[in-house]
């Protein structure tokens, strides 16, 4: 990893001319909302016939949950981590007026996050079933995600319809340990931060361990600033402070292998 790139400086403009993503669907119809979530997520139905989690701007928690759900679904799949597959949706003025919508109606579209829903998945706050499945891999890889992005609120689903798989999903609180506001300065902070899980189950695969320290380590800039790419404009992060976390990613990346490396030992 080229050590010029850990100075947060050298990452200024590296955003610019990259395209940023439009919404790839349409909500159909709003179906629930989530009986526990401080952002108001809701089942809906998407017009591809696909069923997702929907998070709106302007949500209680604010839109920075939005862009960390993108950032690290974004560099969960970069490592290899089984997260959530995910969509940009547009929400219609008519959906704003539901009675359960999370916000005041809006006469303009909205370009939600949208995750797709498992179902028949239960979802627990606790790392489990580790050796069902390819859990022992899959969970590997969820603790170098963890820590790199310095993961808080555990949430998990386990797929009841397929040995219990793990999936990670509702990432919006990830990087703060709070409540999902961060900014250069904050990232500056945490920077060093030892965001190792803390009591890792038994039974890890040792291989998937070293492989995704290993990935880690083969992470170029581009990479991580591809996935910040991946945030629209809409929601209102800068360039200035996606610049910022991709620096903040790029420059965790060793010293996370080097725990997950531990792990292994």
């Known amino acids: 990893m080229p050590r010029d790139y850990f100075d947060r400086d050298a990452w200024t403009g590296r955003l610019k001319g990259y395209e940023r993503p439009t919404p790839t669907m349409t909500l159909r119809a709003p179906l629930r909302r989530a009986r526990s979530s401080g952002a108001g997520a809701f089942l809906g139905l998407g017009s591809d016939g696909n069923q997702y989690w929907f998070k709106v701007p302007g949500n209680p928690q604010g839109d920075r949950v939005l862009v960390n759900e993108v950032i690290v679904e974004e560099v969960g799949r970069l490592i290899g981590a089984p997260v959530c597959r995910r969509a940009?949706?547009?929400?219609?003025?008519?959906?704003?007026?539901?009675?359960?919508?999370?916000?005041?109606?809006?006469?303009h579209p909205l370009v939600a996050h949208a995750s797709l829903h498992v179902p028949g998945a239960v979802d627990d706050d606790a790392l489990a079933y580790t050796r069902r499945d390819d859990n022992a891999r899959r969970q590997a890889s969820l603790l170098a995600l963890w820590d790199l992005c310095v993961g808080d609120d555990e949430q998990w689903l386990y797929d009841a319809s397929n040995s219990s798989s793990i999936w990670s999903y509702d990432h919006g609180l990830w990087f703060t340990t709070g409540e999902g506001d961060w900014d250069t300065s904050v990232l500056e902070r945490l920077a060093d931060l030892d965001g190792a899980f803390r009591n890792p189950p038994a039974g890890l695969s040792k291989e998937a361990l070293l492989q995704v320290a290993d990935r880690l380590e083969s992470l170029t800039p581009d990479s991580y600033v591809r996935a910040m790419s991946a945030v629209p404009l809409e929601w209102?992060?800068?360039d200035h402070d996606l610049e910022s976390m991709a620096w903040f990613l790029y420059y965790r990346a060793p010293a996370v292998a080097a725990r997950t490396r531990r792990i292994a030992a």
Do not use: I, K, M, N
Not at 88 to 107: H, I, K, M, N, Y
């Open 236 to 238: 209102g992060a800068s």
């Open 88 to 107: 940009l949706a547009l929400v219609p003025p008519s959906s704003s007026r539901w009675t359960d919508f999370p916000v005041r109606p809006s006469e």
